[in-house]
């Protein structure tokens, strides 16, 4: 059973920076694409970040230059690090993960975690 837990959100203040991680578990082969979307009421989830195995990453333009996402291959974790908040960015996070069992790409998401920036 392959689980995503993400951690680190919470309340800021416009401004202030956040990170947040997600770490997979269980039993699979590999991690390929890892990524973050978010939701905010009332809207439909988007992309903000994605990263590959390789490390190659693509970026929301709303987002570029502030959030950099990155990844610790040994520790099946992906990070969020987002720096510059603005009160637009307040969202549920979601951690997306393409991860290899038995030979078959499956899509994994997590259970979200609150962000919420405040002017």
């Known amino acids: 059973q392959v689980q995503l837990v993400e951690s680190g959100g919470g309340l800021v203040q416009a401004g202030e920076s956040l990170r947040i991680s997600c770490a997979v578990s269980?039993?699979?082969?590999?991690?390929?694409?890892m990524g973050w979307y978010r939701q905010a009421p009332g809207k439909q989830r988007e992309l903000v970040a994605a990263i590959t195995s390789g490390g190659s990453t693509n970026y929301a333009d709303s987002v570029k230059g502030r959030f950099t996402i990155s990844r610790d291959n040994a520790k099946n974790t992906v990070y969020l690090q987002m720096n510059g908040l603005k009160p637009e960015d307040t969202a549920v996070y979601y951690c997306?993960?393409?991860?290899?069992?038995?030979?078959?790409?499956?899509?994994?998401w997590g259970q979200g975690t609150q962000v919420t920036v405040s002017s």
């Open positions: 997306n993960a393409d991860i290899e069992q038995r030979g078959l790409p499956r899509d994994y």
């Open positions: 269980g039993t699979f082969f590999r991690a390929n694409a």
